[in-house]
């Protein structure tokens, strides 16, 4: 039985703050019993074509991601579907995968979230940056919220932006 909600966290864990969204999935591992019962955790260096399949029988999908382009430490947007071509690349956006769902399931994909945490150093062999440690302390505060109350509702009232 699959469960309801998933988080597909994305990044390398060799590449400085590109490890942000595996780290934040390593704690959310550690979270109490009630929050996280109702959520598979998935982890990947980058999203494939196969992820597509990973969205099958959601309620919800929570995208993590390390990203130089955020304005602030942690950002939640919700998403929609997009053919961006990048399904045609190594490494697939988020939309680009919901597109890929939407053209094999001949319907719309469950809600989809992107939570992009800031980092700014991605070289190979460095750790995690300030900037980053601060991001994933915040994303840890804002994962706790949205799996305390995990419904569209609420889970649109903690965007950044709809």
């Not at 929570?62 to 947007?77: I, K, P």
């Not at 997009?82 to 045609?88: K, P, R, V």
Request: aromatic residues 6%.
């Amino acid at each position: 039985m699959l469960k309801p909600i998933l988080i597909l966290a994305y990044g390398n864990p060799s590449r400085g703050d590109d490890a942000l969204a595996p780290l934040l999935l390593e704690q959310i591992e550690t979270f109490p019993a009630e929050l996280t019962e109702n959520i598979e955790c998935l982890t990947d260096f980058q999203l494939q074509i196969e992820h597509a399949l990973d969205l099958k029988q959601r309620e919800l999908v929570l995208f993590v991601d390390a990203s130089v382009a955020n304005q602030q430490a942690v950002e939640l947007t919700q998403i929609n579907a997009i053919n961006d071509n990048s399904y045609t690349t190594h490494a697939m956006s988020p939309q680009a995968v919901m597109q890929v769902y939407e053209n094999i399931e001949k319907t719309s994909p469950p809600p989809c979230f992107l939570m992009s945490l800031q980092g700014l150093h991605f070289e190979l062999g460095e750790g995690l940056s300030r900037e980053a440690t601060q991001s994933l302390n915040q994303a840890i505060i804002k994962i706790k919220l949205l799996l305390a109350k995990p419904t569209l509702d609420c889970w649109q009232a903690q965007c950044d932006c709809v």
